[in-house]
């Protein structure tokens, strides 16, 4: 024994799974909405007094670092090699240092593409560092970890890609 609804009650329940879809598809906009705002204010949370400078202290003032791009400029989506200068605090170059690179986008919550590395000591506290890329426009943090004669420190460098 078969049941069949009559047209008008049919014609309601076909109604009803259009709403359901009309819900469902309301809903992901909004999960969508809500999760590009979220981006933005994080993307809006950029330091004002941002330190964008090629030359700073490590965090225990161990060392005086800088970075020179090879190319002159860090640009976007680009191979680049750094000399990277480690000197003490005294002003002598630091010589035999085992440094380590990372680096990420504290906005987007990502690191960087590469795995950047100290690839040869060019003597006189220059290192150089090859691997990096930068795959977006944004704040970048690149860390350096420098390690000699049994003394550890870190230095980080922001910079801002356009």
């Known amino acids: 024994m078969s049941t069949t609804l009559p047209a008008p009650d049919r014609q309601r329940t076909g109604g009803n799974k259009t709403l359901v879809r009309a819900a469902v598809i309301g809903i992901l906009i ?3 909405a809500i999760a ?3 981006m933005m204010m994080r993307m809006s949370d950029t ?3 941002l ?3 090629t030359t700073r202290l490590s965090q225990q003032g161990l060392y005086k670092v800088s970075y020179t791009p090879d190319q002159g400029i860090v640009a976007i989506n680009t191979m680049q ?3 990277l200068y480690v000197e003490r605090s005294s002003g002598q170059p630091v010589e035999n240092a085992t440094v380590t690179v990372d680096g990420d986008m504290p906005q987007h919550r990502h690191g960087l593409p590469t ?3 100290v690839t040869q000591n060019l003597g006189n506290g220059n290192y150089r560092v090859d691997g990096l890329r930068f795959h977006m426009p944004g704040w970048w943090v690149v860390d350096f970890v420098i390690t000699a004669d049994g003394q550890t420190d870190r230095v980080q460098f922001n910079m801002m890609l356009r």
């Open 81 to 83: 090699s750094w000399t």
């Open 115 to 117: 795995r950047p590395q």
């Open 30 to 32: 909004l999960l969508v």
């Open 47 to 49: 330091p004002a007094n």
């Open 36 to 38: 590009l705002g979220s």
């Open 51 to 53: 330190d964008l400078s």
